[in-house]
């Protein structure tokens, strides 16, 4: 029976609160574990916003074990806003947890919104298998710096997003390397609101597809 628990870690700037999402057990000889990082602390963003959780469902219930966990100065988590750069050795911290953790050879990782910046930030200094960006803010944060990762990475476009410039998006994800696999979502806004059931069926596809899965549902 799949299970969530919460539990504290020990980060690089004190405490980090988790959220594990946890399958019965995990598929096929290859062991993956997910971690996902949540969107901007100032605004509200936190482990529990709903796009968050709807990836951590969605690796879950393909019997990936998927990590989310509250930034520094959220929640239980110890510690003050950093703007992106303590952000990411926090996630380095729970990535590096995660694989232990779970004795995963094959890491993936997710970021909504400003958790997207987080996570294509600290891609080349993880042991990376997948890399999922939603409604990346690709023109800000130096996010246009970036042209490669060490890994294949799916970026998803909300069309109608009031947040973040959709057309910047498209056109940084279609100059990236190795190419990225882009999901266009038209009705979407920011948050996806009402699309989160699509949101699930297209990444659940996407990952069938690259981690090669075979789904059960």
Same mark, same amino acid.
């Given at each position: ?25 995990? =598929?096929?000889?290859?062991?993956? /574990?997910?971690?996902? +990082? ?34 520094? %100065? @959220? ?12 952000? @990411? ?10 694989? =232990? ?49 060490? /890994?294949? @990475? +799916? ?7 009031? @947040? ?10 279609? =100059? ?17 609101? %009402? ?12 990952? /069938? ?9």
């Amino acid at each position: 029976m799949a299970k969530v628990s919460k539990q504290l870690l020990a980060g690089p700037a004190g405490a980090l609160e988790l959220m594990l999402d946890e399958p019965p057990a995990a =598929q096929g000889a290859n062991k993956f /574990c997910a971690v996902i +990082c949540h969107p901007h602390p100032l605004y509200g963003g936190t482990m529990e916003n709903k796009v968050v959780a709807t990836l951590a469902r969605t690796y879950r219930d393909l019997g990936i074990p998927a990590v989310r966990f509250n930034f520094r %100065g @959220v929640g239980a988590s110890a510690g003050k806003h950093d703007a992106g750069r303590g952000e @990411v050795d926090d996630l380095l911290s729970v990535a590096n947890w995660a694989v =232990q953790h779970y004795g995963a050879d094959r890491l993936l990782v997710a970021g909504f919104s400003f958790g997207a910046v987080v996570a294509a930030a600290g891609a080349d200094k993880l042991p990376l298998h997948h890399l999922i960006l939603v409604a990346p803010p690709a023109d800000r944060y130096g996010m246009d710096a970036t042209n490669s990762f060490p /890994c294949p @990475v +799916c970026v998803l476009v909300a069309e109608q997003d009031e @947040v973040v410039d959709a057309a910047a998006v498209r056109r940084w994800a279609t =100059q990236l390397s190795p190419p990225a696999t882009l999901l266009s979502f038209p009705e979407a806004s920011h948050f996806f609101h %009402g699309e989160l059931v699509n949101l699930r069926q297209r990444v659940r596809t996407e990952l /069938c597809t690259a981690l090669a899965l075979v789904a059960t549902e």
